[in-house]
């Protein structure tokens, strides 16, 4: 049983975090999409909102499963028998980090990390830009899914 785990912010879930976790969901038995539980970040959407989002948009694939966690990355995955970490690598920007994460890692706890390119119709996409757009009246539809779009102009409409 190989299962892997997609971690991460979601603030909010993307079309490219779904490429890569449903290209995922096609190499391995099961994917654990883990929500990182941060109290410090300021976010615009809550751990259960971002929850409800990805269970939401990932329930087409029978090996998807959404957690959340906090603390250290390498301690939810022994916890749960994941051997290995998937991410997405954008551009060479996302690189430096994404290195120093994977090997420190593996250094903590022999963790794995694959990166998967993503697809070139998302390599500038991220959270960060949708919700930056979406409040300045910009158009993000294609980029994050349909009940995304709709959570992210009601929230914006409350601000
Ligand atoms: O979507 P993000 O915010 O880029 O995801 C970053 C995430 C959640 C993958 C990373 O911050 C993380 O793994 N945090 C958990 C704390 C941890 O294990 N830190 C040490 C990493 S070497």
New binding site residues.
């Given amino acids: 049983m190989q299962r892997v785990v997609c971690?991460?912010?979601?603030d909010p879930v993307t079309n490219g975090h779904l490429d890569i976790v449903s290209r995922a969901a096609g190499l391995y038995d099961e994917v654990i999409v883990a929500v990182?539980i941060n109290v410090t970040k300021h976010s615009l959407f809550s751990v259960d909102e971002r929850v409800d989002m990805l269970t939401e948009v990932t329930k087409g694939y029978g090996n998807v499963r959404i957690e959340r966690f906090h603390?250290?990355?390498?301690d939810f995955c022994a916890a749960n028998g994941i051997t290995a970490v998937v991410k997405g690598l954008r551009a060479v920007s996302d690189f430096e980090y994404e290195m120093?994460?994977a090997q420190?890692?593996y250094r903590?706890a022999k963790i794995e990390t694959l990166f998967m390119t993503t697809n070139p119709l998302f390599s500038f996409l991220s959270?960060s830009l949708v919700k930056e757009i979406a409040k300045y009246g910009g158009d993000v539809s294609g980029l994050v899914p349909d009940i995304v779009l709709d959570r992210l102009h009601a929230r914006l409409a409350e601000e």
């Fill in positions: 971690p991460g912010s979601f990182l603390g250290l990355l390498v120093q994460m420190m890692n903590l959270s």
